[in-house]
């Protein structure tokens, strides 16, 4: 466990505890604490999730413009429900990511656990969009990730950071109450 984990986690952590609270400042928090991690599972030679944390590098602006950008036309997003073919199509396209990223890796790395890691990767994408777009979906499928996730570090002996995905599932556990709680909350 190094000083990068260590403040990764801790980063990663206040950034999940802030979505869970709505505070938009989830955002900036969520692009320090993916960049931390992105470093620390390259060096565990986990290239799928280390390429995820790049892309979550992106979302997070996308998410902060999502969740702060009123203007006169539209008003910042609420959180809201998917439609059963919206939830279809979100997790056919993480299967189809998965696939081709495993694919992928399986061919041209020397990664650890190719498969695995890449269909982590392809639902989280579709589980960061959906977090991104206030969708209460996000969070049953952040809590599958992270229990996934939580083995995979272990098995990897990155135990600090299955701790943090530890408290990830705590957490996806609170936003999916406290978002179906939301007064504000809208069918798609």
Avoid at 16 to 45: F, I, S, Y
Avoid at 58 to 86: F, M, N
Avoid at 151 to 170: D, E, H, S
């Amino acid at each position: 466990m190094s000083g990068l984990e260590w403040f990764a986690v801790l980063v990663s952590a206040l950034s999940v505890w802030l979505t869970v609270k709505q505070n938009a400042w989830c955002w900036p928090v969520g692009l320090v604490g993916v960049l931390l991690l992105g470093w620390v599972l390259r060096d565990a030679h986990l290239y799928s999730q280390m390429a995820l944390q790049g892309v979550y590098a992106v979302l997070q602006v996308y998410g902060w413009w999502q969740w702060t950008r009123p203007d006169d036309t539209r008003e910042a997003r609420k959180v809201s429900l998917l439609k059963p073919a919206q939830v279809s199509m979100g997790l056919l396209l993480g299967v189809l990511v998965s696939v081709a990223l495993g694919a992928a890796m399986s061919t041209w790395t020397e990664g650890e656990q190719p498969w695995l890691d890449a269909a982590i990767t392809g639902f989280s994408l579709v589980a960061q969009w959906w977090m991104a777009q206030k969708r209460v979906q996000c969070w049953p499928l952040w809590i599958v990730i992270d229990l996934v996730c939580i083995g995979l570090f272990l098995w990897q002996g990155l135990f600090l950071t299955a701790g943090l995905y530890a408290i990830f599932t705590l957490l996806a556990i609170q936003g999916l109450r406290e978002w179906r709680r939301d007064p504000a909350l809208v069918s798609a």
